[in-house]
Every structure is written in C-alpha cells, then in structure tokens.
C-alpha cells in the first residue's frame, strides 16, 4: 500500500502562511482519494480538506474554508495542502490520508505519520 510522509510543517506567525507536503510511495496514487486531517491537543483528528482521485473535486472544513487549498500533482504522487491567514487555533499535528474509494471519502485506510504545525499569536 505504500507510506505517506509529510513536509512543510513548523512555526509561523499568525497570519502567516505554510505549504504541506505529503509524498505517497504508491504506485496507483492517482485511485486514491487523498485528504489532510489535522489533531489537537486532547482532541480527536478533523479532517481539513479532502481531494478526489483526479483532482476535480474538493471540499474543506468550515474552519479552514477560504483560507486552506488542496490540490494534488498525480505525476509526482503528491498532495499539497497550502494555508494562508494562519491562527493560533490552526495549531495542530497535519496528517495526510489516503482513502482506496478514490472520492471524497469519510473512511481512509492509510495515514502518513503527521507534522506539527504551530501558529504563534
């Protein structure tokens, strides 16, 4: 089934921007649905934004609506997530997923280890 691996994540200041990373060793990356789910402390994973397996479709949490972009490049197995006007409460461990339904999907059966993300006020 491959690894994912995220990139890109660190401190910024609020209102500040990162783009994610997340690598999919896969060879059959582009029948995967993909998304980014974010954990904070204590809490359980929400997903953020979510992508279909062609990149036609997207959809994105209330929370990051406007201000989170996913996109996916298939001829380099990647899956982007680029952030914009960061706050505080953005503060959380990102983690890609990839889902074997191809869509935008609420199950997904593979996860990347994570990358911190912290916005300073």
């Known amino acids: 089934q491959g690894q994912l691996a995220e990139s890109g994540g660190g401190s910024v200041q609020a209102g500040g921007s990162l783009r994610l990373s997340c690598a999919y060793s896969?060879?059959?990356?582009?029948?995967?649905?993909m998304a980014w789910f974010r954990q904070l402390p204590g809490q359980g994973r929400e997903r953020v934004a979510a992508?279909?397996?062609?990149?036609?479709?997207?959809m994105y949490a209330d929370s990051v609506q406007g201000r989170f972009t996913i996109s996916r490049d298939n001829a380099q197995s990647t899956v982007y997530l680029e952030m914009n006007s960061l706050k505080p409460e953005d503060t959380a461990v990102y983690y890609c997923?990839?889902?074997?339904?191809?869509?935008?999907?609420?199950?997904?059966?593979?996860w990347g280890p994570g990358t911190q993300v912290t916005v300073s006020s």
């Open positions: 997923a990839a889902s074997a339904y191809g869509g935008i999907s609420t199950k997904y059966d593979y």
């Open positions: 992508i279909n397996r062609w990149g036609t479709s997207t």
């Open positions: 896969e060879r059959r990356f582009t029948t995967y649905g």
